[in-house]
């Protein structure tokens, strides 16, 4: 032990560098990981507050057919300025009946809150797998696939841009999608019998012109007993 203290005592200038090269090292390792914490936290309340709009098909609740396109802020930070746009085949989208007119230029919506939505029609279901003017009602020719490019902001003015492909054969074989709502079907019933009844209206016109000469003639018949039969004709008056 007193040959350390020796040792120790006759290096002093040696263990005090040491002990101040270990001390500078600590004190360098420790401001580095304050420096990766703050920085770890700053990611993740930027994260945190980020918003993200992603478009989407959904059918209409109102259940008549409809679908719909919706904006959704999946993000934890409110969208900004969001617009949107089409890219897509302009020959593709006018073989069918679309509701929404998708070469328009639109202003920039104000503000999608986080967790929140914004919903407007696309088109009603059954029309967008049969071209416009098709007779063969089995025959199933579904608006290819196209791309929706949305913009938006974030509260400090950083600006995103994000395209996302769009298919509406992701609805292929569910029940009610792409089949004429009972609304429609109910109308073309309508539709027909209001034909028909139409045809009516020319049978009419041609009964009008039909002039009755028809006479009602009576007979009577009186028997006696023990005499013939007596007939007696007399003509309606």
């Known amino acids: 032990m007193v040959e350390i203290i020796q040792w120790l005592t006759d290096h002093e200038t040696a263990v005090t560098a040491f002990g101040s090269l270990v001390g500078a090292a600590s004190t360098l390792a420790i401001a580095l990981l304050t420096v990766f914490l703050w920085l770890e936290n700053r990611a993740l309340r930027k994260a945190g507050s980020e918003p993200k709009?992603?478009?989407?098909?959904?059918?209409?609740?109102?259940?008549?057919?409809?679908?719909?396109?919706?904006?959704?802020?999946?993000?934890?930070?409110?969208?900004?300025?969001?617009?949107?746009?089409?890219?897509?085949?302009?020959?593709?989208?006018s073989k069918y009946e679309i509701i929404l007119d998708h070469s328009e230029s639109r202003p920039a919506m104000t503000l999608i809150p986080s967790g929140k939505k914004f919903s407007f029609l696309f088109a009603?279901?059954?029309?967008?797998v049969r071209p416009s003017g098709s007779k063969d009602k089995n025959e199933m020719d579904p608006l290819k696939p196209f791309k929706i490019k949305v913009e938006w902001k974030n509260l400090?003015?950083?600006?995103?841009?994000?395209?996302?492909?769009?298919?509406?054969?992701?609805?292929?074989?569910?029940?009610?999608?792409?089949?004429?709502?009972?609304?429609?079907?109910?109308?073309?019933?309508?539709?027909?019998?209001?034909?028909?009844?139409?045809?009516?209206?020319?049978?009419?016109?041609?009964?009008r012109s039909i002039v009755d000469t028809t006479t009602i003639t009576e007979s009577v018949q009186q028997k006696t007993v023990g005499n013939p039969t007596r007939r007696d004709d007399f003509e309606d008056r």
């Open 124 to 128: 009603v279901g059954f029309r967008l």
């Open 53 to 93: 709009v992603v478009p989407h098909f959904e059918v209409h609740p109102n259940g008549s057919g409809a679908i719909n396109i919706s904006l959704s802020n999946v993000g934890s930070g409110p969208a900004i300025d969001v617009s949107f746009s089409f890219i897509a085949n302009p020959d593709d989208f």
């Open 156 to 207: 400090h003015g950083k600006r995103y841009t994000q395209t996302y492909p769009m298919d509406i054969m992701q609805f292929n074989g569910l029940p009610g999608i792409f089949e004429k709502p009972p609304l429609l079907k109910a109308v073309d019933s309508l539709d027909a019998i209001g034909k028909q009844i139409g045809g009516l209206r020319y049978q009419v016109q041609e009964l």
